[in-house]
DNA sequence: TAGATTGTTAATCGATTAACAATC
DNA sequence: TAGATTGTTAATCGATTAACAATC
């Protein structure tokens, strides 16, 4: 067998999240863990860890538990994460400048190749070794180097344009932080992160408790 | 009735998605819109629309639809979003400067009042007008000013201690960007945005295609 | 061996969708 | 009136949890 069956939609958005806990371990000197105790720390239950793991071979031991370093390389492997994605930053503010700045992306696998930004005053400055280009140059961008995803930071109902010319452009992964609604299409992939959408979301609960 | 029955947390988190959208489609001079026509926008079904309206009473009329200002108000209202909350900052570094330079925050009813950085070279430095301070000063910070939501931009593991220290100090509600796992218990609320969790899915969806 | 914990299946739970009478 | 669209219920779908034989 390769995986067991389908991993299901809502799997796939955990792995990420178990990834980042087993480094946390593993820096901490950890190398072993059992289902109950992991399940404790990132507030789920040790059932649906176990059930998630088994999509990808989690190969914990009966009695023991898993291999802290065995079960990273298998989320890695599963998310391919080696394989490294090329990364172009749209918005030169400050959230383009967390992003650019922001070295796990790197050792997640994804490269910043490219910042561009629509208003003049920051073209030819640098973030990280990186100059910010002018919009203009973006074209002549694409065919020369292959880029896998665009990271909107422009917080603005004018994102909409822009992210119509990515996907024109041929740019098959958007990672968009404006407040416009984006849909997969078969074209392209978006995955939204609508921070103020969370932040609401506490707010209510906090408001609600 | 107030609401038609309780609420599912699968409809809460879709509510500023749905309000994000609503003002985008009042500035277009949109004012009233079909479940069908709203629903193909944001890319969910027209029965789930609906049936997520229901529950604060979205007043759509048969035949016609919904009026947008009146449901943007209804999702406003539901949401408290009139009453504000105090938010501090901790970590001055971009990130930090993107969410205290975002004007939505505050039009959403998120109010900054204070930004905190663990290492002196900001210290005395501005954004948007309000002075950076050290973390010392934050006890007595909290003593004299309400804080309800700490944002954590402490993009290292490190972020655990001062996120132990926000709950010890009384706050109530954190906004997690930190790589520390994080979990509600009754005395806090916790939401994370985890950004490098929502690239990885879309690296694993662009990879899978 | 005794105790702990896995992998997996069946039972449960919750969320989404389809359908349609009511009504603008 | 005819056409469109709502609100709501029942049916479906998918995800989570509980349980336990297998096994370290």
Redo the contacts between chains.
Sequence with gaps: MEYRNEISYAA??R???Y???L??LR?AGIRQISSKELSF???VTSSQVRNDFAYFGGEGLPGIGYNVDLLKNKINEF???D?T?NMIIIGA???G???A??K??EK???KVIGIFDPYDQFTGREIKGIEIMKMDCLPLFIKRQHV??AAITI?S?HADEIIKDMISLGV??I?NFS???V??TDKV???????????????????N?
């Design positions: 796939i958005r792995l990420p999240k990834y980042r806990h480094c946390n820096k720390e990132i507030g998310l391919k994460s394989n994605l503010g400050y959230l400048h967390a992003l700045a922001n796990n992306l997640k696998g994804f896998d995803i917080l109902a098959k992964g990672w407040p416009v609604e849909k997969n992939m978006i995955e939204n992160s609508h921070l103020d959408d969370s932040l609401m979301v506490l707010g209510y609960n906090l408001k408790k």
